[in-house]
């Protein structure tokens, strides 16, 4: 009777070991879903996921990235939320836009909560930026003659009212102790377009993401004058200093992260925060990541989750200052 009992105890084990395995096992047909359409930010993240996943030997199949447009990734998320929530072979890119516009509601009836955020690899950071010729040398310069005359000082970003270069105008004008929504912005069409108005005098700031104004100003077409990072950044932006080193509190990290649908098992969501974990002490992930011009910051899991509900809060807090 109790060899009986033993060989049923054990036949149990290997069959809820068995299980476990088969649950935590790789996605059989891993995908990337990329909100907007190829070449963009979105379409950037998936292939470091997908590239770096495959190189450091996470998987062995090559991840999908596939395309759906629309609302700068609203459609994607109300698309894995209402048929997709349950898939475990799904991860889907967002950024630190993805919480803003959340934050401003442009995601429809959906919070931050309606999905399961996996995890960042990588980040860009926010930089403000002057002509080459401008008479300011440091943060502390700009904000003082920004707060003697606001009027006097149009603000160039890469996006709309609202947009992330927006926000990062407005902490400037909150760091001048004015008020962001008379702020004059000018809204443009990407970084290309604010350095060339720099250029030609007829902005006198520019809110912009470190990589894409750091050949120009190396270059001396342009002064970066802090960046929005904790600490300083690496290569040629490493004699540039913080915005916090100059005393103000302006952080602003563009993360590039990924969420999965919220009925995804825990053990899919287990598999998959581990695999990110151990790609990313790789050499074939840090090359992947310098390649696009990211910045480390890696947070994984829980700590990523946390990131996000806060970023969202701290989002709806500037927006309603903002009067978004």
Known sequence: MIRTMMKLLAGAAVVTTSMTMAASAEPSKPECLAGAKPGGGFDLTCRLAANSLLESKQISKPMTVTYMEGGVGAVAYNHVIGKRGKDGNLITAASSGSALLIAQGKFGQYGETAVRWLGALGADYGVLVVAANSPYKTLGELVDAYKANPSDFPIAGGGAVGSQDWMKGSLLAKAAEQDPKKMRYVALEGGGAVLTALEGGHVKVGSGDAAEMVKHHVAGKVRI????????????????????????????????????????????????????????????????????????????????????????????????????
């Not at 598999?271 to 050499?283: D, H, I, L, N, S």
């Open 225 to 324: 004058l802090a960046v929005m990072s904790p600490e300083r950044l690496p290569g040629e932006l490493a004699g540039v200093p913080t915005a916090k080193e100059q005393g103000f509190d302006l952080d602003w990290p563009v993360w590039r992260g990924y969420y999965v649908g919220k009925d995804v098992s825990t053990d899919d969501y287990n598999w998959w925060v581990e695999a990110f974990k151990k790609m990313a002490v790789t050499p074939e992930f840090a090359k992947e990541r310098e390649a696009r011009g990211l910045f480390d910051f890696t947070m994984v899991g829980k700590d990523f989750e946390e990131r996000v509900k806060a970023d969202v809060a701290r989002f709806k807090i500037l927006a309603k200052e903002a009067g978004m």
